[in-house]
């Protein structure tokens, strides 16, 4: 069983299907620590509500980025976790936590990278650039974490067709509920130690 740590800054309906996962067997796995960049947000209340530590860590709360980074770093490694899951961490990582745990850092971004992606590119900008480019699809992608933005290997991805009618809203909304899917599935198979990187293919053993 591997211990997890997930990173939040919003809802965390994300770090919810981790917790529902654990919780229904598919996912063989322990969340050891939930970290949020921001204070107040509902996340912190479903790790509360599972029982799960979780610790605030702002960069707002540093004067100098070095030392959110080096707070981070020290929490993410005190709490003994193997793996990093960035649910809907809105926050950069160091170079330091990325080389410390490469290949066990697992993120979610709403779109199929290598479109919509990148920096600056997150929540509901993603969607709104979707439907401004007129793409026919879009969708959620998993994939592991390397020091670029949204550059790194991909574990998983599933398209979302976008409806002519789409808002932001409702097209966020479809992408969401593939990332309630395919986010748990990613999690489950780290945790099986089933997911091997060659170059920059992820092979599901």
Same mark, same amino acid.
């Given at each position: 069983?591997?211990?997890?740590?997930?990173?939040?800054?919003?809802?965390?309906?994300?770090?919810?299907?981790?917790?529902?996962?654990?919780?229904?067997?598919?996912?063989?796995?322990?969340?050891?620590?939930?970290?949020?960049?921001?204070?107040?947000?509902?996340?912190?209340?479903?790790?509360?509500?599972?029982?799960?530590?979780?610790?605030?860590?702002?960069? @707002?709360?540093f004067a100098?980025?070095? $030392?959110?980074? *080096?707070?981070?770093?020290? /929490?993410?490694?005190?709490?003994?976790? !193997? %793996?990093?899951?960035?649910?809907?961490?809105?926050?950069?990582?160091?170079?330091?936590?990325?080389?410390?745990?490469?290949?066990?850092?697992?993120?979610?971004?709403?779109?199929?990278?290598?479109?919509?992606?990148?920096k600056?590119?997150?929540?509901? @900008?993603?969607?709104?650039?979707?439907? $401004?480019?007129? *793409?026919?699809?879009?969708? /959620?992608?998993?994939?592991?974490?390397? !020091? %670029?933005?949204?550059?790194?290997?991909?574990?998983?991805?599933?398209a979302?067709?976008?409806?002519?009618?789409?808002?932001?809203?409702?097209?966020?909304?479809?992408?969401?509920?593939?990332?309630?899917?395919?986010?748990?599935?990613?999690?489950?198979?780290?945790?099986?130690?089933?997911?091997?990187?060659?170059?920059?293919?992820?092979?599901?053993?």
């Amino acid at each position: 069983m591997k211990k997890l740590a997930v990173m939040v800054s919003g809802g965390g309906t994300d770090l919810q299907s981790i917790i529902d996962g654990i919780a229904n067997g598919k996912i063989a796995g322990e969340i050891v620590l939930v970290i949020s960049s921001k204070p107040g947000v509902y996340a912190l209340t479903r790790a509360e509500k599972a029982g799960i530590p979780a610790k605030v860590i702002s960069p @707002r709360d540093f004067a100098r980025q070095e $030392d959110f980074f *080096a707070a981070n770093l020290a /929490a993410l490694q005190e709490s003994g976790a !193997e %793996g990093i899951i960035l649910a809907g961490y809105l926050s950069i990582l160091s170079k330091e936590v990325v080389e410390a745990y490469a290949g066990r850092i697992i993120n979610t971004h709403p779109a199929l990278i290598p479109s919509f992606c990148g920096k600056g590119f997150y929540g509901n @900008r993603v969607h709104q650039a979707v439907l $401004d480019y007129g *793409a026919k699809l879009s969708g /959620a992608t998993i994939h592991f974490v390397d !020091e %670029g933005a949204d550059t790194g290997p991909i574990i998983m991805q599933e398209a979302v067709p976008v409806l002519p009618d789409d808002t932001v809203e409702t097209l966020s909304a479809r992408v969401l509920e593939v990332e309630h899917r395919i986010l748990p599935e990613s999690v489950a198979l780290f945790c099986e130690d089933r997911l091997v990187l060659h170059g920059r293919t992820v092979h599901i053993l």
